[in-house]
């Protein structure tokens, strides 16, 4: 009797490469089925050769490697004959400790299987083969953002950092309770193309933990200068901040004002709202607060503890519209991930770690000492906790939801997925990872 394995193989072949242009600067003839396999994946418009060409010179640029399942025996007239099945592409992307330090991720995007192949084992497929690469490789720790969110805990991702879609009442936020600081002034979305606002998020990355560098085709859609259509944008407005008798610029904000069909509230939805101190954030909310003609802000990538809250006038003018998962991490390497960070209390705690992938199974002992790690494996197995080895005993996917801070120990012990014998453990262990400022993602991959 056949493995799954074979009966894979039987049908498909898993093809791995790097995406490229033709003379002409067009997607390549593999490059191109496999963009379009995408767009199927998330019901996007087939895209023009214009549009296609600048994707793929931003796939180039980021030196992603693609991988696509494919059907050995495609039917006629089957857009198998072309297309992946299954899509799946990988590439580096640091990831900010928010002391200025970071580490590289094998940051995972574009995972697709169509629904006509379902269930044959595609995803888990392309998803074992991507990890043994990042280990090979040399990744401590793979990343990625879902469309999803159950999809990617069987795999050993935790979900990291969660985030708020937000609105706030502009008229009722206003005057804030303690006034702003700086100057905000409007600018064009050129200008603030023209390296100054790379500039203020390299400063927003290098502070904020959790923070992922961008990837090339993020930047003209946050300067407006085109839209998620890949057309033009036409609307996107841009103001800056800078700090009292600075001319440098330590944050921006770009906008576009969205007229409410009958009885909705016209808003103004913000594009991009990236900030080097807590003064210019409050300096560009007020500004936003105070654009007429508009009933609300809204804002999809606040933070859990957004200041905003505090500051406004009258709180209950601030609404949740939704929150979600937003960054998930997967450990590859327990060392080399936990002593790249820094901890903000010494401490000694050992963690058994499950995986079922057998990547970062084992018990581990991390020792901090004035603010870095060192980490010793003690056993091939994650060992029980309370057997007076272990603090702590986990699977790999709460360690990847722990790692930046956002997370508590405490919490996962109270949910069940965190075992002990010692309540004061997980407290320790809390203590240890408490991050310099709250984790937050504005980068999407």
Known sequence: MGSINDAFDDRYELREFRPGTDDQGAPDSRTRPWMDAVGLGFHEPTETDEAAARMASHFIADQETFLGVYVRQPAPGSVDATWPAGTFTWFRKALSWGDGSSIDTQAVSAVTVRPTERRRGILRRMMTHALERGVAEGYAVA????????????????CAIRERAVRVRRDRALPFLAPTSGTVTMVTTAWLADGVGKDVFARFDARTPGSMVRNAGTWPIVFGEIGRDGQPAKDVRAAVH???????????VTW???????????RVQVVDLVYATDQAYLSLWEFLLSIDLNDVVVYDRARLDDPIVAAIADNRAFDVDHEEDHVWLRVLDVAAVLESRPYAADGSVTLAVTDALGHAAGTYRLDVREARG???????DAEVAGSGTADVALDVADLGALLIGSVSPVTLAAAGLLQTTDPAAPALLRAMLTPPRT??????F
């Open 374 to 380: 060192t980490v010793t494996r003690l056993a091939d």
């Open 143 to 158: 990343s990625l953002t879902a469309s999803e969110g159950t999809i990617y805990r069987r795999f050993g991702f935790g």
């Open 439 to 444: 984790p937050h993602g504005i980068t999407y």
């Open 242 to 252: 800078r700090a009292d008798g600075e001319d440098e610029v330590d944050g921006y």
């Open 256 to 266: 576009r004002v969205v007229e409410g069909k009958s009885g909705e509230d016209t």
